[in-house]
């Protein structure tokens, strides 16, 4: 089979690699049909992620059907359509009890990491009664490639702890995949006023089509995104502030931006240290929160897809066959040139 393969030295190719073959019990392989490219990916491409090592099929988003399953797996039989989720978890460890599906004692985020990913004809899957989502039916499978991740991301790290709620303020700080996705989840909880800070006006465009009441570029920095926002909030800041970069100037800006009582939910991998200002937020009565997805609110997010109450597909800008998955990466490691928010890979 083919698989798409981090070679290091910022180089990904599609290669032949061998079958994944069902080892544990638990496990299960999958003919993939679906899958799309993660800014993790290009993390990973760029030698960021060292655990990561050279020779791994990347990805961990798709959706796609059974081929096999181990002998304990109860839920799922060859030929069911299956949605993957980026977290494997065991659903019996301690964490796993507690949500922490993340720190999964025998999980956590093994697909494209410690395992071989979904950009590939095949992919195996561990714990696959846990990690695993059967299909609704009637839904466009590209929508749901969607809940492997980004989706999840924005609910759960950004809007569910920034505790978005009716009528609250909430402001965005980066209007990639991530951030656009907290956008629209965002909206299910009735907030009065959603701003979003970019510095990129196809991406503040989009996020205007996909709800945001006020839209600031900040490329002229800090203090006068800072003030544009208080402006826009009769000088409070917002009640919820979530962080969808991952730079200290986005971290730095976020803190300028929080109303007393507010939560800042950080959702951005940071690879460098950013300054926290406890001189200055110490008397706000506020909270901060950071961490991995969990995927425990993707029962729901399918759902909602199935009711048509939410629409993941408004992000895809680009779609591709899985033949040209080089090309792929090329358009998604360039986005703002191409435009490009999320690619499909389609299989056939
Ligand atoms: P992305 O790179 O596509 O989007 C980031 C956006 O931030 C871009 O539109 C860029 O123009 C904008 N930006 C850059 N610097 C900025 C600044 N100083 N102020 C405002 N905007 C700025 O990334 P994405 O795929 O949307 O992911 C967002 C973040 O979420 C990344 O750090 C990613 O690694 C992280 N992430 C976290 C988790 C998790 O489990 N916590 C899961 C997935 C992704
Ligand atoms: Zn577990």
Redesign the pocket.
């Known amino acids: 089979m083919k698989g798409l393969v981090y070679k290091g030295n910022n180089t990904v190719k599609l290669q032949e690699e061998p079958m994944p073959k069902v080892e544990a019990p638990t496990d299960a392989v999958i003919r993939m049909t679906k899958t799309t490219i ?3 990916d290009l ?1 990973i491409q760029r030698g960021h992620v060292p655990t990561v090592p050279v020779g791994r099929i990347l990805g961990h988003e798709g959706v796609g059907v059974i081929e096999e399953v181990g002998p304990s797996v109860k839920s799922f039989k060859k030929g069911d359509k299956v949605l993957i989720t980026a977290i494997s978890s065991c659903a019996a460890c301690g964490y796993c009890r507690r949500g922490m599906n ?1 720190h999964c004692h025998t999980g956590g985020w093994m697909l494209g990491n410690t395992l071989g990913g979904t950009q590939a004809e095949y992919v195996k899957v561990a714990h696959a009664d846990s990690s695993l989502y059967a299909l609704p039916a009637g839904v466009d499978e590209g929508a749901l490639v969607m809940l492997s ?2 989706f999840p ?1 924005g609910l759960e ?1 950004g809007v569910i702890c920034s505790k978005v709620q009716p009528g609250s303020t909430v402001v965005i ?7 656009l996705a907290a956008l629209i989840t965002s909206q299910l909880y009735s907030p009065s006023q959603i701003i979003v ?4 006006e196809n ?1 503040l465009s989009v996020a205007r089509d996909l709800g945001a009441h006020h839209t600031i570029n ?1 490329a002229s920095g800090v203090a006068e995104a800072a003030a544009a926002v208080l402006k826009l909030t009769d000088g409070i800041g917002c009640d919820s502030v979530i962080e ?4 200290p ?2 971290f730095e ?1 976020c803190q300028k931006i929080i109303a007393p009582g507010g939560m800042l939910a950080n ?3 940071h690879g460098a240290s950013a300054s926290l200002h406890l001189e200055d937020l110490w008397h706000h009565n506020i909270g901060i929160t950071m ?3 969990d995927t425990v609110t993707v029962p729901m997010l399918l759902k909602l897809v199935a009711a048509k109450r939410l629409d993941p597909s408004k992000l895809i800008t680009h779609r591709f066959k899985f033949a040209d998955m080089e090309k792929a990466y090329a358009t998604f490691g360039d ?2 040139k191409h435009k490009a928010l999320k690619v499909l890979i389609e299989y056939d």
């Open positions: 993660c800014g993790s993390h993340s991740d980004i991301t790290c700080v980066g209007a990639g995949p991530v951030g800070i970019d510095m990129d991406r900040n969808a970069v991952g730079v100037a986005s800006l959702v951005g991998v961490g991995l997805v986005a703002a």
